[in-house]
């Protein structure tokens, strides 16, 4: 499959498109990002990469970064997670509080920011929030193959400022008992592991391994194929909140978004696709990566639904 062609094909359907919506504001450090940005990275299992416009420039990954912390929690705790956060798409915008009272404290799933609080907090027990950071960023570099990768402590600082939602949810699930450590070393964590900054390829090398049975290009295991293939179900079913249901209609293929504008997509034995434009739409994905990712989709004929 000719995948530059296929790249050059996506650019002509969305390049009327790049700037569309509205960069996300509420974390101060984001809202200064360029809303014309627009960059995409395939990396496939044969260890091959192909890229397109700023598929090199680092963005902030936000909540893609859930995929990677759940991976680590899973491989920490094992199935015991899911005692303390469900595995259920949630209807609700990603930092919904409404749902959590009806269900005890306990999050619908990892991936709405309340599940991901309580996966950070499992990472974080019998840890200092530097250590625990310290793992997941080696995790990055590990799975990404690449040691330049950081996080932004600038735009972690400014969600820290502002992150009021976040901390009513980790207060709200505390007391529940469904937080094990302090608030505001959990959320410490969880803010930091969204400012990771990674560009598409840095990204799509990091997810290959859930589109490799678990494996990394050059064949070391990071989890099983069984966990692999759980964690894409959860993207699929959870990667985009409330817009889930409609990224699975018009992709066809797991996905996480993160506010930052950035989107992976998993194309399961094949590839892992990295798109990045700081605009969101409605349900706060990037608009123009939603479009690029639907016209990768069709152009490839990559779906899991055949
Ligand atoms: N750090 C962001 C927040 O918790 C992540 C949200 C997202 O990327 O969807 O508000």
């Known amino acids: ?18 700037g569309e919506g509205k960069v996300a504001d509420y974390i101060p ?23 397109l416009g700023d598929a090199g420039e680092p963005f902030s990954i936000q909540s893609v970064s859930k995929v990677f912390t759940l991976t680590l ?45 309580v996966v950070a907090d499992t990472l974080l027990s019998g840890h200092e929030p530097r250590e625990t950071l310290g793992e997941v960023l080696s995790f990055m570099r590990h799975i990404a193959g690449d040691e330049t990768i950081v996080i932004d402590r600038e735009v972690a600082r400014s969600e820290q400022q502002t992150g009021f939602r976040n901390a009513a949810l980790a207060n709200y699930m505390f007391a529940f008992s469904n937080i094990h450590n302090p608030v505001e070393k959990t959320l410490g964590v969880y803010f930091h ?18 589109a490799n049975r678990g494996r990394l290009a050059s064949g070391h295991s990071v989890v099983s194929a069984e966990r692999a293939r759980r964690i894409n179900a959860l ?29 992976l997509c998993i194309a399961p034995g094949k590839a892992a696709i990295a798109v990045w434009s700081p605009g969101l739409n409605a349900n706060g994905n990037s608009a123009a990566g939603t479009r690029a990712m639907e016209s990768f989709a069709r152009r490839s004929g990559w779906s899991i639904f055949g």
């Not at 450090?29 to 890229?51: C, E, H, S």
Request: aromatic content about 6%; proline content about 5%.
């Open 1 to 18: 499959m000719d995948l530059e062609a296929i790249l050059d094909g996506v650019f002509g359907d969305v390049s009327d498109h790049i």
């Open 29 to 51: 450090a984001l809202a200064k990002i360029d809303p014309r940005k627009f960059g995409m990275a395939v990396a496939t299992v044969d260890g091959g990469i192909v890229t």
């Open 73 to 117: 929690a899973l491989g920490r705790v094992g199935e015991g997670l899911w005692k303390r956060v469900g595995r259920e798409p949630s209807g609700t915008p990603f930092n919904s509080i409404v749902q959590l009272e009806h269900e005890h404290g306990i999050p619908r799933n990892p991936f709405i920011n309340a599940g991901a609080i």
């Open 193 to 210: 592991q969204c400012a990771l900054s990674m560009s598409c390829v840095q990204l799509a090398r990091a997810g290959l391994f859930l």
């Open 235 to 263: 993207m699929l079913t959870c990667g985009h909140y409330d817009a889930s249901g409609d990224f699975a209609f018009r992709v066809g293929l797991p996905g996480k978004s993160g506010v930052g504008g950035g989107i």
